[in-house]
């Protein structure tokens, strides 16, 4: 399986500020991903928590009609966003929720 990672280029999401791309569904997002180049839009915050001692991840990703999210809390930086493509890639492959 191969996954490749498309960042949107900044005339992309210029019009659209943090909380609109919050509030935006995934298939907005998908629609922003697809002009992009990609084909489904991996969407989600990253907080630092000092209760939890570390970062906070949030994530959302839409296929076959239906939302996914899952979470991570107390985890580094990196490891948040290992967390965000693994879910991903559990995602399209057709493995269920992360």
Do not use: C
């Not at 999401?13 to 919050?22: I, P, Q, T, Y």
């Not at 992009?36 to 630092?48: E, F, N, R, Y």
């Not at 991840?57 to 493509?85: C, H, M, N, P």
């Amino acid at each position: 399986m191969l996954m490749r990672v498309t960042f949107p280029p900044a005339e992309l999401v210029s019009g659209m500020d943090e909380k609109a791309l919050r509030a935006a569904d995934i298939a907005g997002l998908d629609q922003l991903a697809k002009k992009a180049g990609a084909d489904h839009a991996l969407a989600g915050s990253i907080v630092w928590s000092d209760k939890d001692l570390g970062w906070i991840a949030d994530w959302r990703l839409g296929e076959d009609g239906k939302t996914y999210r899952w979470q991570v809390r107390g985890v580094s930086f990196d490891e948040a966003f290992r967390v965000a493509i693994r879910g991903a890639a559990q995602v399209l492959s057709g493995n269920g929720q992360p």
